[in-house]
């Protein structure tokens, strides 16, 4: 067990994270009023967060090892252990998710009318179970909080979506089921391959596994990842659930279910079936670029907001995929920083749809025509997240972008090539979106009444604009937290690299 | 050369953008929303003056704001070739803060704290550009250049405005995100670093890269930078005419086509540095490439009979007199081409003036209209009449200045001497041909038919004046260069 770092701060803070809104959840039914449930929530999820912040500060980041860790029995007899830790890879995505939290409380307070306690712990029950997501080191565990985090979103979306919320959360749900069920056979399969037996994430990379082995273990795993991320072709389940689920399920989809799966092929792929990861890397890089083009176009072509914002995730996501299976450190910590900008990013531009969505009622671009001129202070913030969204210099995605492509040109110059048409369309929907909803045209429906942003959903945005341009500007500290463990990564992978047998001869004995 | 680390560029900037602020807060009252406009304005150019003295001498000034990756940072630099672009348009914008003071309230525009919110940021943003040390801080200022002005063209709201405003972010954003940033990504992979360099002959690229890398970068920084109004990216500049004179006026001859040549010509000398562009040929290629815009542009403008069309592509064209000075590596010609970013930011802030004048006072935009107004509105024709013969390249105004270096230049050039002095040569006939015409007239035609004399009298003072200022410049700088030239010189030298 070396390559954990034993958690000497506090009575294991890790535990005590995911605790916490598993905990304050279950109070939430012996609070009786309404109003009350939301300030319990709200003040649950920040001190969750709260708790969260020393992390960053005690982190050391001079290693790769995975920090702060817990390593209890659970069930010995089949090797399963209770094992956390994280490291440079898992303690951004754990802050943006603890950070995300209170804000899809406060932009849920008027939004969820029905059976407010039980949406607010649902809330709470999948910010446990993401936080245990990427801070499980057994698989075991992991599959549980993985799939813990389907049922809450299944029920988010079935419960409080829109009108066709039962198709998109069934298609969700059996979406990400399927890629579940490949990743169990997959789990199970390197468990009996691992000598002496062990369900230990850790232990099982750098294991001499056979090519062919590898290959089928990717293929489940790529599965099951695809489909999260989601990567082009396996996307078509996040519009729909993206435009029926209520604007905190987008929220958190957006921002953090979708990088379960980048984190999966960080954590699971690259390091455990290196060999097969070089292999079908060119596979994914052209997947990758395909998923730029395909969620651009179709972007474009979008009149609802939230569509709009959905298809831009996809082709978001390509660059980050375009940036992990690059292979080397720019592309993959520009890879890392993207996600955490995609989730800043793309979780305020679905606030703003939810804000909109709630004084109009429609999230039709041209009903909500030239709203500008009746709330300035809406599109100001709408404004500044678009121009993040389309990597506008200064704001965090252009240094995600920016990482990702000068990684892409000095692996493959055709393939980074390939995806600067993304960047552009990128600008081209987000900059047609803010026109039609700042000017519109010469005949606005009359926005006559409409009123602007009240201080609730002013402090919901402005963590998130402090974000874009703190990153924009001053990425280092966060990018200096995950030089160790990209280093390790990539030496896991790039150690293979040279010998690894092309795809060609692998499958043609 | 010393370099002095100080804050007055970043001050400079932040002129410009608390003005906005200000303006934007007190849109309430505007006598004191453009008084924020003023006052930004000449703060601005004070700042950016107090440095005049040691860059005169060539120190040059620099802060870092924000190191954000290793080669990558938020840095300002104020050098010669800086100050040539910063000095001139923070001048003029106090001028036109007092034109359009008296423009949009004749005309009662609508939305005028927008307007002038957007003006100052576009301020800015260029500014921002002129001061740029590195590629990453002069695309971030060129980028926030392209959004500001986008409120400014489409001003009026209207369909006419909406089309054109579409049509100008369309190809300038779709230029810098498919032709800069890869150009600007691929350079940093290569390079490591996007600071630019010291001098404009060694250029920033090792030894070792690809000639046929360089070329390709090349091309994309030529035609990404669409705001230089090079064709085959020129469309979007005649499109944008439809934006408020003043816009026009300060963008279209001033901010935004400068923003354009002058990273164009900044990359040129200070990423690929003359050295190498002499040796893979791309001066020449760039020469022919301006000397095509030059000609073409100006038989394109002898067609137009709307005023602002016309100036439109002469912008167009005379843009291209820059590029091409600068094309040809020689030190006249970089010098004549560099001189000509001052001396046609005032001229042509001088035509497009008495455009917006000529329009207050009567309504009429097309040339064939103009005839004989010369006499009831003398002090806007003699203006543009010195404008047109600074356009022209006669003296003794500041284009005579322009084309005389430029003239050196092509004759000091080792080979393609005849064919640039010929297109200079005929491109000045053209100039003659469509601006020769439009005073003439004025002063010497008759009115049309139904078309009577009575009523029309100059455009208030607040605009006549600001558009002798302009003019009386040109003059000045026509028979003095000498204060541009220690700038330009310190560049080529």
Known sequence: MDFLIMNDYGPGILSILMLLPLAGGFVLFFISEEERQKYWTLGVTILTAVVSLPLYFKFDPTTHKYQFAEHHAWIPSLNVYYTLGIDGISLLLVLMTTLLMPLCVLCSWNYIKTRVRTFLFLLLLIEASMLGVFMALDFVFFYVVWEATLIPMFLLIGIWGGDRKIYASIKFFLYTLAGSVMMLVAIIALYFNTDPHTFSIPLMMGQDYSSTFQMWVFIAFFLAFAIKVPMFPFHTWLPAAHVQAPTAGSVILASVLLKMGTYGFLRFCMPITPEASVTFAPFLLWLSIAGILYGGFTALAQSDMKKLIAYSSVGHMGFVTLGIFVFNTIGMEGAILQMINHGITTGALFLCVGMIYERTHTRELHLNAGIGKYMPVYVTFLTFFSLSSLAFPGTNSFIGEFMILAGAFADTKLIAACAIPGAILAAAYMLRMLQKLIWGGTNNPSHIGLSDLNAREIITLTPLLLLVFWIGFGPKPFLNVMHASVANLLEQVNGIQSGAASLAQVILP | ?493
């Not at chain 2, 004070?46 to 040691?54: K, L, R, Y």
């Not at chain 2, 100008?168 to 390079?191: D, E, F, S």
């Not at chain 2, 005389?404 to 005929?426: N, R, T, Y």
């Not at chain 2, 410049?473 to 080529?492: A, E, H, K, Q, Y």
């Open chain 2, 1 to 493: 050369m010393e370099v002095i680390i100080s804050s007055k560029p970043l001050i400079a900037m932040l002129c410009a953008l608390t003005g906005a602020v200000l303006v934007s807060l007190s849109g309430r009252n505007p006598n004191i929303r453009e008084s924020w406009s003023v006052a930004a304005a000449a703060c601005m150019f004070a700042v950016i003056g107090s440095m005049v003295p040691e860059v005169m001498v060539g120190n040059v000034f620099k802060y870092q704001v924000f190191d954000i990756l290793p080669g990558l940072s938020l840095t300002f630099r104020s050098d010669a070739f800086s100050m040539i672009f910063a000095f001139v348009a923070s001048f003029l914008w106090i001028v036109t803060a007092f034109y359009s003071m008296g423009y949009m309230r004749s005309l009662e525009e609508h939305a005028q704290t927008r307007f002038n919110t957007c003006f100052a940021l576009s301020l800015f943003g260029a500014i921002g550009v002129a001061f740029a040390d590195n590629l990453f801080t002069l695309y971030l200022f060129y980028e926030v250049v392209s959004i500001c002005t986008y409120p400014l063209v489409a001003h009026h709201q209207d369909e006419e405005g909406y089309s054109g405003a579409r049509k100008y972010i369309v190809y300038l954003t779709t230029t810098a995100k498919g032709l800069l940033l890869p150009a600007m990504i691929l350079i940093y992979v290569l390079t490591g670093s996007l600071d630019f360099a010291d001098n404009i002959h060694t250029g920033i690229f090792p030894a070792d890269v690809s000639s046929g890398l360089v070329i390709i970068l090349f091309i994309c920084c030529i035609i990404g930078f669409a705001k230089n109004g090079i064709m085959p990216v020129h469309n979007w500049l005649p499109g944008a005419m439809v934006a408020p004179t003043p816009v026009s006026a300060l963008l279209h001859a001033v901010a935004v086509v400068k923003v354009g040549v002058f990273s164009t010509t900044r990359v040129m000398l200070y990423v690929f540095g003359t050295d190498q562009m002499g040796a893979l040929g791309l001066g020449t290629a760039t020469l022919y490439l301006a000397s095509f815009t030059i000609i073409m542009a100006s038989i394109i403008a002898l067609t137009k009979d709307n005023l602002k069309a016309r100036l439109a592509y002469s912008t167009v064209s005379q843009l291209s007199y820059i590029i091409l000075g600068v094309a040809m590596l020689t030190p006249s010609g970089i010098d004549g081409g560099l001189v000509h970013i001052a001396n046609h930011a005032f001229s042509k802030i001088t035509l497009f003036f008495c455009a917006g004048a000529i329009y207050v006072a009567t309504h009429k935009k097309n040339i064939s209209e103009m005839s004989g107004l010369g006499k009831t509105m003398p002090w806007t024709f003699t203006a543009f009449g010195i404008a047109s013969l600074s356009m022209i390249g006669a003296p003794p105004v500041a284009g005579f200045v322009t084309k005389w270096k430029l003239l050196v230049g092509a004759m000091e050039m080792p080979a393609h001497s005849i064919a640039i002095l010929l297109v200079l040569l005929s491109s000045t006939l053209l100039n003659a041909a469509y601006f020769a015409p439009v005073t003439y007239k004025a002063f010497l035609g008759k009115r049309p038919e139904g078309e009577p004399y009575e009523g029309i009298k100059e455009a208030p003072l607040s605009m006549v004046i600001p558009l002798m200022i302009a003019a009386v410049i040109s003059v000045i700088i026509g028979i003095w260069p000498d204060f541009i030239m220690t700038f330009v010189n310190l560049v080529s030298k």
